[in-house]
């Protein structure tokens, strides 16, 4: 008989055709991801470790993670690794009850005024050059969609939570990362989806472009005003609706 995990495996390498190898070292992963021996937001350990931990070569590795990226169990960030993204059903019906699916859309821009400006101001301080680099990378992966709104969104979440990782202060990151979980329950990714045209994807990829070369520049002045006005915007767009 399968267990749930092994249904949950088979579901998601569906639509792929992976070797015998590669179906092992996805069931470890994921089994590994569900009992939350890599919780949610937690970073893997490298292709090498994990090939010489399974005993396969890296190529293998990379191939099983291929697959949990698309399948959206993980995310990986240039420079800085694979990152889990998967959450267990009860965690995710724990946290959609108390937190997310309580965060009405005020909220939620409440909590984004509260954080973004100091979360700003702390990363245009902190990040390392290195950070600045990987920040670059996700601002042109995000300038080369055009039209595709979930992979918009999900190129704004990765930008959002580098910058957040480059405060160097983990809680104040721990806190974006929920204001994160509670907008992909909330009314925000429908009405992206309504009003993400590519026109306005062209508005917000100019917005986030000026916001990296003031966070480049150093400028905590410029960088601060930017995302409060940008806030303003997404306030004026909540409004309209």
């Known amino acids: 008989m399968k267990t749930e995990g092994d249904q949950f495996t088979s579901q998601l390498i569906a639509s792929y055709s992976v070797g015998a190898t590669v179906q092992a070292v996805l069931d470890r992963l994921f089994a590994k991801i569900r009992s939350e021996e890599y919780p949610i937001n937690a970073r893997?350990?490298?292709?090498?470790?994990?090939?010489?931990?399974?005993?396969?070569?890296?190529?293998?590795?990379?191939?099983?993670?291929?697959?949990l990226e698309a399948?959206?169990?993980?995310?990986?960030?240039?420079?800085?690794?694979?990152?889990?993204?998967?959450?267990?059903?009860?965690?995710?019906?724990?946290?959609?009850?108390?937190?997310?699916?309580?965060?009405?859309?005020?909220?939620?821009?409440?909590?984004?005024?509260?954080?973004?400006?100091?979360?700003?101001?702390?990363?245009?301080?902190?990040?390392?050059?290195?950070?600045?680099w990987e920040l670059e990378q996700l601002m042109s992966k995000i300038e080369g969609v055009h039209t595709d709104v979930t992979a918009f969104v999900k190129c704004e979440e990765e930008i959002y939570r580098k910058i957040a990782e480059g405060t160097h202060n983990p809680l104040l990151a721990s806190c974006y990362n929920l204001t994160i979980e509670a907008c992909r329950a909330s009314f925000r990714s429908t009405l992206l989806r309504r009003h993400l045209s590519p026109k306005r994807i062209l508005e917000y990829q100019q917005r986030y472009n000026a916001l990296f070369n003031a966070i480049a520049s150093r400028d905590v002045e410029r960088a601060v005003e930017f995302i409060k006005l940008h806030l303003i915007e997404e306030q004026k767009l909540f409004l309209q609706n």
Do not use: K
Not at 101 to 107: A, F, K, Q, R, V
Not at 113 to 126: D, K, T
């Open 44 to 67: 893997l350990p490298s292709e090498r470790a994990l090939a010489s931990e399974m005993g396969v070569a890296r190529n293998t590795v990379r191939e099983a993670l291929d697959v």
């Open 71 to 132: 399948r959206n169990v993980i995310t990986r960030r240039p420079g800085s690794g694979s990152f889990v993204t998967y959450r267990s059903e009860d965690g995710a019906e724990r946290d959609d009850s108390s937190v997310a699916l309580e965060t009405s859309p005020l909220d939620h821009l409440v909590v984004r005024g509260i954080l973004e400006p100091e979360m700003i101001r702390l990363a245009v301080i902190n990040m390392t050059p290195r950070e600045v």
